[in-house]
């Protein structure tokens, strides 16, 4: 098996912080982000092997962690997997280090919640107020890259600073936790699929209103360890799915990105399987059924996202 032996159908557009600039039009990227964590893999293994794995069953746009470890040993990680992704034609993203980035000649950079303020020394503090700086810093930054196509993306855990992210040029967010997680356990609490919906419409009419062209891609993460997961994500309105300890940990982690990602491209409203195919995930199983708070709004999420 290998990497061109697959071929990724689903991928999708991102705006980037130069859209609509001449020669700068969105990217494509997966419905299925691969999250690294060396911890978790298999005994006997490298990470390099692991994710190597992951993209000969498909995956074609990785983010590499790894952010306890010297920017140096980061690199060395870096190096092979974006040469394994190069060869499928797909994106190396790196987490919480734009300098990593740039050395690499990574696709983009992946921010969590803390990283725009170890970027600039500084600590937590008034967070609205220094994440609001530091991604008008950001944003100069990336723009000043003079080439095509450059990514930026968040994980949040809240509402309270992805609008913020998303007017100055975030072309894609992830959400979590999705559902708990067995790669940090007790992390939550647990947005749920209601929660999933509701925050797809909430970020669906804030970017019409900052009128992109493109929507901001929202991406589900924690927990998701089966392809039934990917599924109920889709239909609650994610525009695809995060994945790390699943992955990570996985003895055939080729069959199980295979997996996820026909499920990722599947269309997110057709009719569902039995039960029995849910691996015994019958407490997901309803949860996207009870809407709350904007019910209109999110059922009409769905559709244009599993529209688009």
């Not at 982000?33 to 746009?61: E, H, K």
Request: proline share 6%.
């Amino acid at each position: 098996m290998t990497p061109s032996d697959f071929a990724d159908p689903g991928r999708i557009e991102v705006q980037t912080p130069r859209a609509g600039e001449p020669n700068h039009p969105p990217v494509m990227i997966s419905r299925v982000l691969v999250f690294t964590d060396r911890t978790q893999v298999p005994p006997g293994r490298t990470l390099v092997q692991q994710v190597s794995a992951c993209i000969d069953g498909g995956a074609t746009t990785v983010v590499l962690r790894e952010k306890d470890l010297p920017r140096a040993d980061r690199h060395r990680f870096g190096a092979p997997i974006k040469d394994v992704l190069q060869q499928v034609g797909g994106q190396l993203i790196i987490a919480g280090d734009e300098y990593l980035a740039a050395d690499l000649d990574a696709a983009g950079v992946h921010h969590g919640q803390y990283d725009l303020f170890a970027s600039s020394g500084r600590g937590p503090g008034d967070v609205v107020r220094a994440g609001h700086q530091e991604r008008r810093r950001l944003k100069r930054a990336l723009t000043a890259v003079d080439r095509r196509g450059y990514l930026w993306g968040e994980s949040f855990h809240a509402e309270d600073q992805m609008f913020d992210a998303v007017d100055h040029g975030c072309g894609y967010v992830t959400l979590s936790p999705v559902f708990a997680t067995a790669s940090k356990p007790g992390y939550g609490p647990a947005l749920c699929l209601n929660g999933l919906g509701r925050k797809a419409a909430e970020l669906d009419g804030w970017a019409a209103w900052n009128g992109r062209t493109v929507p901001v891609r929202l991406y589900a993460l924690g927990g998701i360890d089966t392809a039934a997961h990917v599924r109920d994500c889709r239909q609650a309105g994610a525009d695809g799915v995060a994945v790390m300890g699943a992955l990570m940990r996985a003895n055939d982690p080729a069959a199980l990105t295979a997996d996820l990602l026909r499920a990722a491209t599947a269309d997110p409203l057709a009719p569902r399987g039995p039960t029995a195919e849910r691996n015994g995930d019958a407490q997901h199983d309803n949860a996207h059924l009870s809407d709350t708070g904007s019910p209109r709004s999110i059922r009409t999420t769905r559709r244009n996202r599993a529209a688009r």
